[in-house]
């Protein structure tokens, strides 16, 4: 079993072994011999020894420590005995040398596995998170944390909790303040006492950065941040500072401190009874620092009862030893209290909590948070599936969903957490009580949450859901709420049509007893949702005539809706399905409504009713559980088998989008190539020259469509076959408010959007003046609500608002005062504007053209946050000063606002004190120290020419604050390192661009971005806004020719094009001239990149059929759209729908006279001037 073979039995004497040992065999000897001082076998402390007795090897000494014997073991005479010497122990290998099993045969038993053992294992551990197992030593993972304790007048006091992870031994300081300093400060007593740590774990506090790591590497030891999505990886060290906190607060209870150093002399006692007290394994943690347990001074079970002296000062009266004793006891008593209370909740909370391992490709769902409009409580959902790309485990997994790349980790459950989605409900005597009531919470269909809108309605659970049902004879007037009648019938109108769709069917408890033992797999969940829908002006009566027009009138009218929905990320086959949700693209939208001013046709309007349940039957097998609040009349084990691809489940929009598909292309509707939700009517006797009879835009359940008699008939078979909820000709809603005007146009407005979402961030004045001071975390949410909801707008409908828009939001991850001016800036022109849209004129077909007008503003937008961050530069924050500690070698001066965690910019002095150390070619260094003014223009330059290291000191103001005019912009300027891009399509009539008067134009769509490249000058950035809108020109072309010309290829729809010649307009005169003449592009340019572009941009040109023109910046469109001017002549194009371009020559001769104008009145200045002194 030790490796010992036959043959080595035959020979007496020592002989080494392959595994490291060292066998002994010897006969006719008294006693068992040992090693001799000098061999190898003397350092080896464990001994076994076997004796032989004729026919089998006998145990005599059983992993004896044989330097440590007496006297050596005696022997009966003429005995032959074998002895190995080990190391270390062998557990396994009494049990080989018995079983006389091979290596070979022990492993194969390893593997073997019994039935009974695995139905009953025991479960995980509760605490999976906990530190790994491994052979740790005393101070070799240390934990680092900040608490915050309360003192004898409760006031707030940081402390440094410090925590050893294998003995667990514990100390806690208090600090005069939470700065990187002090927590150094205090980390110093640990390291005089234990050393310096092999690993320091600690979170992403502001305390725990640059400078104290850079401490911490410096004493050796390795610094280790944990993850900032999972903060749980440092859970020992919290809930060691939260277990220290219920024990000196227990103990302050029984003990009143009157000072603050008698409060930290308790807080003293306290962590020195924690580490007495504490036991894991039968030792505590300061037997395991020290070995022994510390004697008390009269202590009966620490040796400190023999202490006579202590004792006689107890009698007497000593004041100092009484309050000691009493502050141990108070300590004790605490301790012993705040463990038994963490054990009690340890085992009735327990549970196992698994751990998944995650796979790059392996599909899952994530939970994710809305962002809404106002402060209350945000909306979460499940969202998914998405796929893995890329795992950090346990920080966190990288997620591919929808164009998008997101982080997230895994969330683990809380404790009593038990996974019940493999069982099901076994039926019983109390599946025959109903429920009593049910209670169900209304929420606002716009994400809105008021208190004062929450309706509880509870519905007696006996009431059969029969199609002839009388609501106000069944319903018992249980009300939590106004509209509780209201709601009732909305339950019940769903319900009905439900089942009178089709849509699923009640199966019999026995039926649903056998699913869920045979075909568990094919069950998912279901819920009811309700909503507040907000209605229409021709709405109203129907839903009041319904009875279901809601009281709460503060948004509009509105009418109970109910959803019974399945939860269809529950259903084990969510991920085999189409989840697409195919949706009418923005821009789609106004070029039907362009089509339709174009044609003169009204625009119309429907939406179906229980969309989902009218189309076609579902083709897997499916059920799914009653809503929890369960289903009147039903009993709470019966299913519900699906029919129809129900709301909620995965596939049930494209299922829909099928089935009306194959509805529309029977009634002779064609699918466009650019965008799969608009459809086409063609008709005509020549194929060559369709003439187009109608359109349609599907978003899900709704349609905006438009066309001729004969359309309209398709639309009334379409009305007589399916249920409908409206049916609307000339004014609706598709997402936007859609009005039909007297003079053929068509206006396209988000009025009722404006009025209810826009919101103003409340800010003082006082608060306005500090424009360059951060925002609190309450002002980042306000800005990001905000900023949200003028997004939305600014994409719709508003784009003079755009450029400004997609600047602010490159103000993130850290806002200032002066971004939350801006955004109420932009709000308060939205509400001022709040009628203003997109008008979309009637011209003529013949005469429709398109055109793009591209511009960019050459480094006007921000990059990156900071213009330095390196990590091994760091802030110090002292009673008086902000300190800045160069490490890195520079050659700049340091603006206080350049990197993250530095101080208030109006909290400072003017005034900056530069200590620096600069290497010459020598070899020596220079040293010097500059002072200057950090906030005017010279903020930011070079010192010298040679890089220097050391310190940059900010004094405190005290007095008065710096106000926002003396702190000037040269940071923001240098901040700004890309450029802004942005172009608008237009349809306009061809006289647009053959003459210098008005013509009609539609803003068709617009863009602002900040451009992907970086650009050396204002010419290339015009040449990368110009390449990218030509591009979004052509796919609205395409739309056009599909229209007029009837479908096409995607191989010759260049061919086609040149039928409809396109004009793309810049205000940048460079660019004019290097695509317009004809010369080599590289000739223009300073860099051969922007040449290529341009070389691009001619070629595009001359095989689509499009040319070039140059337009006044006083003409310019996009200049909103690159810059924060206010868009006041785009504002006035889009309210009247006209727009003109001067001729090139009459735009420069104007501008030259104006030239010449400004010169003229500036020598008549001069000369005045001359003549008056």
Known sequence: AFGVTEDMLKQVGWKKLDTGAWMCLEEHTEKVNGPEPGHEAWRLPWRTSWTWNGADWSLLEDEVRWQDKA????????????????????????????????????????????????????????????????????????????VHLRDHQNQAVPALNIIDFHTHFQLVIPMDKESAAEVRKAYRQWVRFFGAPRKVMFDLGTEFKA????????????????????????????????????????????????????????????????????????????????????????????????????????????????????????????????????????????????????????????????????????????????????????????????????????????????????????????????????????????????????????????????????????????????????????????????????????????????????????????????????????????????????????????????????????????????????????????????????????????????????????????????????????KASQLLRLLKTCYGLTDGPYAWYQHLDRKLRQLGHKASQADPCLYFLHGGADPETPELEGVIGVATDDLLHGGNERHWANIASVAAEYKLGKNQRGTGRFTKDIELQADGSIKVSQAFYVKEKIQIIALTRKRKQQRHSKCTPQEIEALRSSLGVLSWLSKETRCDIAGRVALLQQAFPEPRVQDLVEANKISEEARKYAHLGIKVMPIAPERLRISVVTDAAWGNTRDQPWIEDHPDDYWEETEGEWVRHHVQPRRTTFHPGAAPGGPDLHSLDRKRQISFFAPEPDGEIKSGMVEDDWSDGHGVRVLQDQSWTGRTVFNKCHDEKITNQKIHSSLAQLQNLSSQGGQIILYHDRSLSETEQPAMATVASWKSYRLKRKTVDTLAAEGQALQAGLGSIHWHRLLFMEAFYGMLSASDWREVAGRLPFLAAADSKSLFDAVNKCACTASYVSDKRTAIDLAVIKADLAQTGGTIRWIDTRSMLSDPLTKQHPGTYLRYVLDKGFWAIAEEGHALQAKARKREARRFSESMFLTFWEFKV
């Open 211 to 634: 400078e104290f790591r850079r401490q911490v590497e410096n004493d050796g030891s390795e610094a280790l941040p944990s993850s900032l999505e999972t903060p749980t990886q440092r859970g020992l060290t919290e809930r060691a500072g939260g277990v220290f906190k219920n024990i000196l607060y227990k103990s302050m209870l029984d003990y009143q401190c009157q000072s603050r150093e008698e409060w930290k002399e308790l807080v003293d006692v306290a962590c020195m009874t924690r580490n007495r007290l504490l036991l894991r394994g039968g030792y505590s943690p300061i037997q395991r620092v020290i070995g022994h347990t510390p004697r008390l001074p009269g202590g009966l079970l620490t040796g400190g009862a023999d202490d006579h002296t202590m004792a006689g000062r107890i009698i007497t009266g000593d004041r100092d030893v009484t309050r000691s004793m009493k502050m141990r006891k108070a300590a004790a008593v605490a301790f012993h209290e705040s463990d038994c209370d963490q054990a009690l909740r340890a085992a009735t909370l327990a549970g196992p909590r698994k751990l998944s391992d995650f796979e790059v490709g392996q599909a899952v769902y994530f939970w994710r948070r809305v962002a809404g409009s106002t402060k209350k409580t945000r909306q979460s959902y499940w969202t998914g599936p998405g796929r893995i790309v890329m795992t950090s485990l346990p920080n966190a997994i990288w997620i591919a969903y929808s164009n998008t790349l997101i982080k997230d980790f895994e969330k683990l459950p809380k404790k009593g957490f038990v996974d019940l989605t493999g069982d099901y409900e076994m039926p019983g005597e109390l599946e025959d009580e109903p429920t009593n009531h049910m209670m169900i919470l209304i929420l606002s269909k716009t994400l809105n949450q008021y208190p004062d809108s929450l309706l509880y309605v509870e519905y007696d659970s006996e009431e059969l859901f029969d199609r002839d049902i009388d609501v106000e004879e069944n319903a018992e007037n249980h009300e939590r709420g106004a509209d509780a009648v209201k709601l009732q019938r909305a339950i019940l109108k769903e319900i009905n049509n439900n089942l009178g769709t089709r849509a699923y069917e009640l199966l019999s408890s026995a039926e649903s007893e056998q699913i869920l033992r045979e075909k568990p797999e094919k069950v998912t969940e279901s819920r009811y949702v309700l909503t507040k829908k907000p209605l229409e002006p021709a709405e109203v009566a129907g839903a009041e005539s319904e009875g279901l027009l809601l009281n709460d009138d503060t948004h509009g009218p509105c009418k109970a809706k109910c959803r019974h929905v399945m939860k269809g990320y529950s259903e084990e086959s969510a991920l085999d399905v189409e989840s697409t949700t195919p949706q009418i693209n923005r821009d789609t939208v106004i070029f039907m409504l362009q089509i339709l001013a174009s044609l003169g046709w009204d625009p119309g309007f429907l939406d179906f009713t229980q969309a989902f349940h009218s189309g076609d039957a579902i083709k897997r097998e499916l059920y799914c559980k009653q809503p929890k609040e369960g289903i009147p009349g039903a």
């Open 71 to 146: 006297q050596d073991t005696r022997l009966q005479p003429n005995t032959r005995y074998l002895s190995i010497y080990q190391a270390r122990l062998d557990q396994h290998a009494d049990r080989r040398m018995q079983s006389k099993a091979s290596e070979e045969v022990i492993e194969a038993a390893k593997q073997f596995r019994r039935s009974t053992c695995e139905a009953y294992q025991l479960p995980d551990p509760a605490r999976k998170g906990a530190p790994p197992k491994e052979e740790l030593f005393i101070n070799e993972w240390v934990g680092v944390d900040t």
